[in-house]
């Protein structure tokens, strides 16, 4: 193959830190699967649930009077899965974490959702 057709692995390090990044992430998919798991039938459902959750559009609207950045989730395909969404996010706002370098306060939200 020529040189510039060729693939050229990761340095370890890189390798080390992209490979530190995704066991960050899928322990945090397994923490919040869990949350849910029994809203669901099964485990891998929440976790596909997770999934869809993580690829779909939100809106972000930061507030800093209030201190808050609150993440407007869109509704799912079923009410069903709405509820059981509801459930993770009013979990995740009980923690009220930090957004990273910031002072605001992670507010969860689903579009439409009544409470």
């Known amino acids: 193959m020529p040189e510039d057709n060729r693939f050229n692995?990761?340095?370890?390090?890189?390798?080390?830190?992209?490979?530190?990044?995704?066991?960050?992430?899928?322990r945090?998919?397994?923490?919040?699967?869990?949350i849910i798991a029994k809203e669901?039938?099964?485990f891998e459902q929440a976790r596909a649930l997770l999934r869809d959750v993580f690829i779909s559009d939100a809106d972000l609207i930061p507030d800093s009077k209030n201190r808050t950045l609150t993440?407007?989730?869109?509704?799912?395909s079923t009410k069903g899965l709405d509820k059981v969404l509801d459930q993770l996010l009013k979990t995740l706002n009980e923690t009220e974490t930090r957004y990273p370098g910031t002072n605001l306060v992670l507010r969860y939200e689903r579009i439409g959702a009544t409470t």
């Open 9 to 26: 692995a990761l340095a370890t390090d890189k390798k080390q830190l992209t490979d530190t990044v995704k066991m960050i992430a899928y």
């Open 28 to 34: 945090a998919e397994t923490s919040m699967a869990s």
């Open 40 to 42: 669901t039938k099964t």
């Open 71 to 76: 993440v407007k989730l869109h509704n799912l």
